[in-house]
């Protein structure tokens, strides 16, 4: 069963990689500036290693945030931990259709995201519960 359980994941994250590799992706490798030294941040949010350099940037500002959704109301803490709840099925549709987001950017901040984080840890604690059970 363990095995079986290890190739749905090999699975999964397979498909989910081959999503991300489809038309329309871009990818690109440049070479390192010659002024810029090997595995340091360059300007920009950069990290150049020989031969190809990565891009590191922390998340912007939300400029819907705190705006109204088509309720009326931007989404509070119980959103966010349902949305963690369901983020594994939504991640899954949104491959598939691209209306389907597994975040919600009209939200209420800070107690929206620890919402939304709660919910992926329920889920990630109940896996690990439906798992040790099962190995018995």
């Not at 095995?3 to 489809?22: S, V």
């Not at 920009?44 to 190809?52: K, M, N, R, T």
């Not at 590191?56 to 803490?77: E, F, K, L, M, W």
Request: hydrophobic share 50%.
């Amino acid at each position: 069963m363990k095995k079986k359980l290890l190739g749905y994941a090999f699975m999964a994250m397979a498909l989910a990689t081959a999503a991300g590799c489809a038309a329309g992706t871009i990818v690109s490798v440049d070479t390192p500036a010659p002024a810029a030294q090997a595995g340091t941040p360059a300007s920009g949010g950069e990290i150049v290693v020989p031969g190809v350099s990565i891009q590191v940037y922390a998340p912007g500002p939300n400029p819907q945030a705190n705006s109204p959704d088509a309720h009326g109301a931007p989404a509070n803490i119980v959103l966010g931990i349902w949305h963690g709840i369901i983020s594994p099925v939504t991640l899954v549709v949104s491959f598939f259709n691209p209306n389907v987001q597994m975040y919600e950017v009209r939200n209420d901040g800070s107690p929206y995201n620890l919402g939304f984080l709660v919910g992926v840890a329920i889920v990630f604690v109940l896996l690990g519960i439906f798992a040790g059970s099962r190995r018995r």
